[in-house]
């Protein structure tokens, strides 16, 4: 008889997954009770949407203010020709809808600010960022702490990736990450993007996310992990709480 809150066609369709003892049968329940957002549909935003829809996440927030460009479609897999011109969040929705029936999506074409984050990213397991500008990404992280939600950051551009993760109580935060960079901001309009390497780094994210979900795997928690594509090396860098992170005085 089948106990789970999975059907006998999740059952057949997670198999691999639940064979794996570290995600078993409680990790897939888990993961279709999960409910995450990914800020930013970009190149990082399209991979990870796509791995966590395929992996049976049950609820998808996908945040994004942008439109298709022509120039999006060599990493942003979810794209097409016929979708330029089209909202990111609805386009990746609708190439998301086939990939699992059963996902929930909830589409906000907006940028994230201060108060809007607060409220939009509220009642989520784990957020995930896949924005580019600097701006967006701190109001997501305050927004986090704010609501004791781990968040997993993302960054890719030319040969290089990035990965944090802030735990959902204790610091360091994207903000004391902040700290210690300078305010120079490039864009991948400027510098150029590697198509795999947001791939790479947006499919890392997704499981980082799942791996939170279902508690399995030793979390980098405040740590920054650097990929480099040229050397094709990883290096971990432990971020020491800022003194000067507002948000990180009273954790
Ligand atoms: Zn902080």
Redesign the pocket.
Known sequence: MNTSTLSHSQLMRYNRHIVLPQVDLDGQELIARARIAVVGVGGLGNAAAMSLTGSGVGHLTLIDNDCVEDTNLPRQLLFSQQSVGENKATAARDALRPLNPDAQFTCIDGALTGDDALSLLAGHDVVLDCTDNKATRLAVNAAC?RHQTPLVSGAAIRFEGQLFVGHPVC??????LGELFSEQQLSCTEAGIFSPVAGIIGTYQAMLALQIIIGTGDIPYGKLMCFDALEHQWQSFSVP??PA?P??TN?
């Open positions: 702490v610091p360091p935060c994207y903000h004391c709480r800022s992170c948000l990180c954790r």
